[in-house]
């Protein structure tokens, strides 16, 4: 069983969502998204966190707290998280009160995710250049984290904005707030904020060849600013995404992406302006080579999966909260659900303390199969002979 420096890592989903192409029924594409978060209710998932796009035809979720205050009405479990509210694109007097209303529609079930925004045409349509959104979400997040997390009035402007003597009029549902996570990719960006902060961490390219190698250095700088702040550290809060699909064999994994997995790679090399997150290849072949010989992800079996968590879980250098599948369309719904059902019957336990119990009680029972398989039976016979003996004592009174 592999070794887990968390004693109950948590699995869930990263939803963009990636429903490519761009020429199917976008109504349908979101009642699909509905119906994996659904899903993975029913099969024990713990998160799922759904991100906010404005432009480039396959990321349609433009609102994830709209979304989440559905999903929480037809979900029962499993939290649920922006993953991200571009928090540079928005009023923050506006996005704490929505947060909060979701958070009380949820009962608590809602998680709070910022980041800069990752789609350059969303941020043109509002006139703001790349090089401001960082920036700007350290900024907006400080004033943001004021008008959560305290009673005060908030006074503060910028060129974007201003917020005059504000105050959310609800308290949050969750005592004292929901979690806040902040995204991160290759950049020391998201570790700053969240160890300055003490929030929670989303390690968004976390499997990328580039993210793979600051992976430990992700919270290296965390801790760092956390020990300057004087915030507290906890590596639960800590999430990686990444890419996968499996199926009973890896031949069958490989054929099943045959239906959209090209289509992916293309959306993230001519029409996703993000260098950190572009697929290699121009054949299919070369880009299966390119999530599965690079570290990216797994395109193959459980056991693979198993494996590459188990990885990830080392190259973290003491362990992380959370594993999060990256939502995607590379194979056709019934074997995406196929998928979801054999990573919760077999990856998940794999890192659950109740499956050391159960190789273990399993090993126990082994152990003194033998000498109680004899006496079992021993003492079965014994109650036999004794029976019918009774028996023929009675018959002959």
Same mark, same amino acid.
């Given at each position: ?117 990752? $789609? ?78 003490? $929030? ?62 090209? $289509? ?85 336990? =794999? ?8 190789? =273990? ?37």
């Amino acid at each position: 069983m592999p070794a887990n420096p968390v004693n109950k890592l948590r699995f869930g989903i990263f939803m963009p969502p990636f429903n490519s192409p761009s020429t199917q029924n976008p109504t349908t594409s979101l009642q699909r998204n509905i119906e994996t978060i659904q899903l993975l209710d029913r099969l024990g998932y713990d998160e799922a966190w759904i991100g906010e796009h404005h432009s480039a035809g396959t990321e349609i979720i433009a609102d994830p707290l709209t979304f989440i205050s559905h999903v929480g009405a037809v979900t029962r479990n499993i939290k649920l998280g922006t993953g991200v509210v571009s928090l540079p694109y928005h009023h923050p007097l506006w996005i704490a009160d929505r947060a909060i209303l979701v958070d009380h529609l949820l009962r608590g079930r809602l998680m709070l995710g910022v980041g800069p925004g990752s $789609l350059p045409t969303d941020s043109e349509m509002i006139g703001l250049e790349p090089s401001q959104l960082r920036p700007a979400l350290g900024e907006d997040l400080d004033v943001l984290l004021r008008l959560l997390l305290t009673e005060e009035r908030v006074t503060h402007r910028t060129d974007r904005y201003s917020v005059v003597e504000a105050r959310t009029q609800l308290a949050p549902y969750s005592d004292p707030c929901f979690e806040i996570a902040v995204a991160a990719t290759v950049s020391p960006a998201g570790p700053i904020l969240a160890g300055k902060h003490g $929030l929670g961490l989303l390690s968004l390219g976390a499997t990328t060849r580039e993210g793979f190698d600051v992976l430990a250095h992700h919270w290296d700088v965390l801790e760092a600013e956390a020990a300057k702040a004087g915030q507290p550290t906890d590596r639960s809060k800590w999430r990686l995404v990444g890419p996968m699909h499996i199926a009973e064999t890896k031949e069958q994994a490989i054929e099943d992406v045959r239906y959209g997995f090209d $289509l992916f790679c293309e959306y993230t090399q001519k029409t996703l302006a993000l260098p950190t997150f572009r697929a290699v290849g121009e054949t299919f072949e070369e880009r299966v080579a390119w999530i599965n010989e690079t570290g990216l992800g797994v395109i193959g079996t459980p056991d693979e999966a198993i494996t590459q968590i188990q990885r990830l879980m080392d190259q973290s250098d003491g362990g992380f909260g959370c594993y999060m599948m990256m939502q995607h369309d590379w194979a056709n719904w019934e074997a995406t659900q196929r998928h979801y059902e054999l990573f919760a019957r077999h990856v998940i336990p =794999a890192f659950q303390p109740s499956q050391r119990r159960l190789l =273990a009680a399993q090993e126990w029972a082994r152990s003194r199969h033998g000498e109680l398989d004899e006496k079992n039976g021993a003492a079965i016979a014994a109650w036999s002979e004794k029976y019918a003996a009774e028996k023929e004592a009675a018959g002959q009174a």
